[in-house]
């Protein structure tokens, strides 16, 4: 193996995931459970821990849920359990939708801050963190910037703004949510500056993964599930899409992640070899992703005309996308 990169890559035989209960941190875990022997430790809200859910997942005897509250200091006591754990998943987030206040989003750093250093306290070998792709949705509507022009190492350009002023109103602009993701992105990588050598970081922008099938047919142009734009009415119509909607619905669909995608990229972020040392980029770039004991990748699906570039997703995931929002 190359020097410059980590040697501890081997797969991970306990995985922490906060959020474990939330939609993506579930569908890893049953994942991670019919392909891997992995213990799973499940660090959820105690306000959002479901009897139901939680009942048929304990059933498992590979998996423990922990309920913690992230945002408190006491949490640090319950995080001691990090010691004997090999890997964490941090998808944890007080709203993670892009309407997020700024107090939530606040909080949801507050989340992050407390796991990351306690993942470094306790030499936890591998971090993922589940950021964004709206820490980059300022490019939404730049016409100087085409297919596959979005790299991980492209400045940041947090927010994603609808068109339509009805959209945004009740969909929000993300940029709460989105400060918070690139906030923790700043500390994984000062992090791995210093600890890089036993604790790396891998950080994935993800594209939008919804609950249960995710299919592209239920996607909409508020970059949020569908409920929200009937303002809590489920079961009425959707309504009519403005020439705004119509827009933002291609930009929406083009940051399509499928549940494959998702799986697969989360799958290889736990094995691969992180470097140990910086590349020239990460050396002189401010907005290098890959330096010492961290890397920053973009992670969607390959939607046709996306500005997405997944040129390093491939390269160092290994993983070829051939999900289409549009076929």
């Known amino acids: 193996m190359s020097n410059s990169t980590s040697s501890n890559s081997g797969t991970p035989k306990t995985i922490a995931i906060t959020g474990g209960l939330g939609n993506l941190g579930t569908k890893l875990c049953l994942h991670l459970l019919a392909t891997t022997s992995h213990k799973i430790i499940l660090l959820e809200h105690p306000s959002f821990i479901s009897d139901t859910k939680a009942a048929a997942l304990q059933q498992n005897p590979l998996v423990t849920i922990v309920p913690i509250d992230l945002g408190q200091p006491s949490s640090i006591k319950t995080l001691e359990l990090l010691k004997d754990v090999d890997a964490v998943v941090h998808f944890s987030a007080v709203n993670p939708y892009p ?37 980059m949705g300022g490019y939404k509507d730049d016409p100087l910037y085409g297919p596959s022009s979005i790299t991980p190492s492209s400045d940041p350009r947090v927010g994603t703004i609808p068109l339509d002023p009805k959209t945004l109103a009740i969909s929000g602009d993300a940029m709460g949510y989105a400060a918070a993701k690139l906030a923790g992105e700043r500390l994984a990588m000062t992090l791995a500056c210093v600890y890089g050598d036993t604790t790396s970081f891998v950080v994935l922008r993800i594209g939008w993964c919804q609950p249960g099938e995710n299919l592209p047919s ?57 470097p140990t040392i910086d590349t020239v980029e990460g050396a002189t770039s401010v907005h290098g992703n890959v330096r010492k004991g961290f890397l920053l990748l973009n992670a969607m699906s390959a939607n046709a005309g996306a500005k997405w570039n997944l040129e390093e997703t491939q390269k160092w995931l290994g993983v070829v996308s051939c999900d289409d929002s549009f076929q």
Request: overall charge negative; glycine content about 4%.
């Open 99 to 135: 309407n997020a206040t700024w107090s939530e989003s606040a909080q949801s750093m507050d989340h992050t801050f407390m796991i990351f250093q306690a993942a470094v306290l306790h030499r936890v070998r591998r971090v993922i963190f589940a950021s964004s792709n709206h820490v």
């Open 218 to 274: 239920t996607l909409s142009a508020a970059g949020s599930p569908p409920e929200f734009l009937l303002e809590g009415d489920c079961e009425a119509a959707a309504p009519e899409q403005s020439e705004g909607d119509k827009k933002d619905e291609v930009w929406f669909k083009q940051m399509w992640l499928s549940n494959k995608d998702f799986l697969s990229y989360f799958e290889k972020a736990l094995e691969l070899a992180v």
